[in-house]
């Protein structure tokens, strides 16, 4: 886990760096709230200590625990690491986003749709809870407790998560170039993600890594912009927001 945590740290660290490089994105994010600084903040500290602590200490040493014959039983190799990170649990997410996204399941998840503009932070707003709602912190244990190459699943998995920094920042052209249609015929980028969180059409691009999924299902939208608006006003005071999602007092979507 060690090898992970540096590499997210060491992305992170570029990401933030190349985010405040421009004055225009450097003053639009020194003038956020208190609230959301507070809420991004948190949670990427909740996503970055208590997770992995999570994964490696209780979860992997329980599975460890009760089932010791089963450890590195998936001879499946870097082939085996990347299948299950960059496929099974990609399109595990991609169900798990949808139905958070369900009027029943809202509450949980539309504190994170009220980013109103794209930073290197943003993919952390959340309520306190919903980040142990995603399947990475569960199934990443699981399968690297299972699998023989654990420093490849690792490296996936840090993929993964530089993959969710990149595509709720504002680190790409406003408009698509060649290089950004090419990535967006696999990959969910900023103007994806960016549609996803649009005023009118957050009901599309539920994909974390892959766009297939989203293609697959009917839920895909496509467009070389990002959008003019983004976000969902969210009227409520901060532990309600950090606490009680079912209390929020939102607008309709």
């Known amino acids: 886990m060690d090898l992970k945590w540096l590499i997210e740290l060491s992305i992170f660290s570029l990401l933030v760096f190349f985010t405040i490089l421009g004055r225009e994105r450097r003053e639009k994010i020194i003038k956020k709230s ?32 009760a089932f010791p014959s089963y450890q590195s039983s998936w001879e499946l190799g ?66 690297l407790f299972m699998i023989d190459d654990k420093k490849s699943y690792l490296i996936c998995a840090s993929i993964t998560a530089m993959l969710d920094l990149w595509r709720h920042s504002r680190l790409a052209p406003e408009e698509k170039g060649i290089i950004f249609n090419f990535l967006s015929l696999f990959l969910i980028t900023p103007h994806e993600h960016g549609w996803h ?8 691009n539920y994909g974390a890594n892959l766009c297939i999924w989203d293609k697959l299902h009917g839920t895909f939208h496509k467009n070389n912009k990002f959008p003019k608006e983004m976000g969902v006003k969210v009227r409520s005071n901060l532990a309600t927001k950090l606490f009680f999602p079912s209390k929020l007092k939102r607008e309709n979507q």
Do not use: C, M
């Open 34 to 65: 208190f609230d959301d600084w507070v809420s991004d903040l948190l949670n990427l500290t909740i996503q970055g200590t208590i997770v992995p602590i999570l994964q490696v200490y209780v979860i992997f040493k329980l599975l460890l625990y």
């Open 78 to 143: 870097w082939t085996g690491a990347i299948f299950l990170n960059f496929i099974v649990v990609d399109y595990i997410y991609y169900l798990v986003h949808k139905a958070l996204h369900r009027e029943s399941l809202w509450g949980l998840h539309i504190l994170h749709h009220s980013v109103t503009d794209f930073d290197v932070f943003a993919s952390g707003r959340n309520t306190i809870w919903t980040t142990f709602l995603f399947p990475y912190i569960w199934l990443n244990s699981i399968f």
């Open 197 to 204: 969180h649009a005023k009118g059409v957050s009901k599309r």
